[in-house]
């Protein structure tokens, strides 16, 4: 809390960039999931300031799921990817934040693609980026408009990476993500998000959780599709230490356990209890040894 209220009051400069830990939940962040840890609040911080959120929607930055490592920026083409392949040894994936600088990157023979709910912000990119582009007036040789060509197709190169998704077949979407879903959360994104289009959206999605759920429960024939559907479930441990019962009195926690015994047990004796001789010492017999072998 004390994060997201120091982050909220922040005033963003012309070059600046937040990321952290804030443990917060949005559909801003992660399509489906409900609001948590005042995660609306950041979510409207970074729409009023223009701290665009530059992570991966939808990518699970946490080993137990969901995305609640966050990173905000206002720096054109900046962008954060999760790398689970620089393993850091914490339940959070490493984050890789790439922070645009001065000349051409190198050309990356990779396919990405701009879905309908990243089309704002390619267009706002692209509009940024021109500012800086030649006019074309003031073009007047044939190596000045090759640089011009250069430079805009590196606008649109990095527009592109910024707004839109790698086409790799290595991206799956959750298994009950059905086009319904897809449907309802496009026209959620597209209306303004209104109140009426959330909750249609939410509907759709739990109802695709339950077909498929149910769907995955029915085909179950063996053990080992029976693993698959609860295996992922880690129950808590269900096994409680009993009360202590003290002068009627029954007692549960931890620490008034520990202070329970303490006072019935270890302090009903003093020194008046002790023995008057040691018997170990009375009873010990002398041994001779020899370091003679035989």
Known sequence: MAMINYTIGIIPGPRTLVGGDFNAKHD?????????????????????????????????THRAGHVIDLTFSNIPFTETVVRRDMDCGSDHYTQVTTIPGRGTPPNKRVGYRVTE????TFASLIESGAYW??????????LELETATEQLTDLFQRAIRTAGRPASDRARSAPWWT??????????????????DRKRMLSATRKAK?????????????????????????????????????????IEGMREKAQALLDKVLHRYDSTDDLEADPILENRKPRLYSSLGH
């Open 117 to 120: 709910d990243g089309l704002y």
């Open 179 to 196: 086009n319904e879903s897809a449907s309802a959360y496009s026209l959620y994104k597209r209306s303004g998000k209104t109140l009426e």
């Open 133 to 142: 582009l030649p006019k074309v007036r003031h073009i007047a040789s044939d």
């Open 210 to 250: 339950r077909e498929y759920w149910r769907r995955l429960i029915d085909s179950a024939s063996d053990d080992a599709d029976l693993y698959k559907v609860v295996g992922w479930h880690r129950a808590a441990p269900s096994l409680k230490s009993p009360p202590l019962v003290v002068d009627g009195q029954p």
């Open 28 to 60: 801003t962040y992660e399509p489906g999931v409900l609001s948590a840890t005042q995660g609306a609040t950041l979510s409207n911080w970074s729409q009023d300031t223009g701290m665009d959120f530059i992570g991966e929607v939808g990518i699970p």
